[in-house]
T-cell receptor, first 115, second 113 residues
């Protein structure tokens, strides 16, 4: 059973471009979480999604950031018009269900660098 | 608002030493607490998960304790090895329906041969 997969692993964008980060959860998992790790900071929750639904986006900036988890395919975190402050590692985690007994399993992350 | 603090921020020890990493959290209304390991440029590896009703968990040379009333957890590493060098993250899962984990900034451990 493959773990959580994220791609690309490294992404370089110039200011003003768009960044698309993809996350494929573990097989059978229908719950996805996105976290951001800024340099020298801990991971911060961004958004929690189930298939086709955003459940909690309280940690996601109101502008330029969006997330989706379609019925088919990976979850996508989209950052429009990137700025240097968006440079960070973005981690995706998945769980079997939203039950608090279910552990979140993390992917290797996508490291975004904005030039 | 839940805040998680890890002390020390960095720790350097000689190989073979036993060591303790500390984690504290401000709101005791947690569902569980988890310790992770993060290697440079890599993702997170879950080490131990302690449910709020538990006091400790053990896995090999690792032992994690939880004192929910005082808002503290410790990760004990016995007989440290150079391969233990990594950043150790503590995270709590909140009660009240939120699914998110709240992380500390981590302790960067270096074990010198």
């Amino acid at each position: 059973n493959a773990g959580v997969m994220q791609n690309p692993r490294h992404l370089v964008r110039r200011r003003g471009q768009e960044a698309r980060l993809r996350c494929s959860p573990m097989k059978g998992h229908s719950h996805v979480y996105w976290y951001r790790q800024l340099p020298e900071e801990g991971l911060k929750f961004m958004v929690y999604l189930q298939k086709e639904n955003i459940i909690d986006e309280s940690g996601m900036p109101k502008e330029r950031f969006s997330a989706e988890f379609p019925k088919e395919g990976p979850s996508i975190l989209r950052i429009q018009q990137v700025v240097r402050g968006d440079s960070a590692a973005y981690f995706c985690a998945s769980s079997l269900s939203g039950d608090l007994y279910n552990e979140q399993f993390f992917g290797p992350g996508t490291r975004l660098t904005v030039l | 608002k839940q805040e998680v603090t890890q002390i020390p921020a960095a720790l350097s020890v000689p190989e073979g030493e036993n060591l303790v990493l500390n984690c504290s959290f401000t709101d005791s209304a947690i569902y569980n607490l988890q310790w992770f390991r993060q290697d440079p440029g890599k993702g997170l590896t879950s080490l131990l998960l302690i449910q709020s009703s538990q006091r400790e968990q053990t896995s090999g040379r690792l032992n994690a304790s939880l004192d929910k009333s005082s808002g503290r957890s410790t990760l004990y590493i016995a007989a440290s090895q150079p391969g233990d060098s990594a950043t150790y993250l503590c995270a709590v899962r909140l009660r009240g329906g939120s699914e998110k984990l709240v992380f500390g900034k981590g302790t960067k451990l270096t074990v010198n041969p």
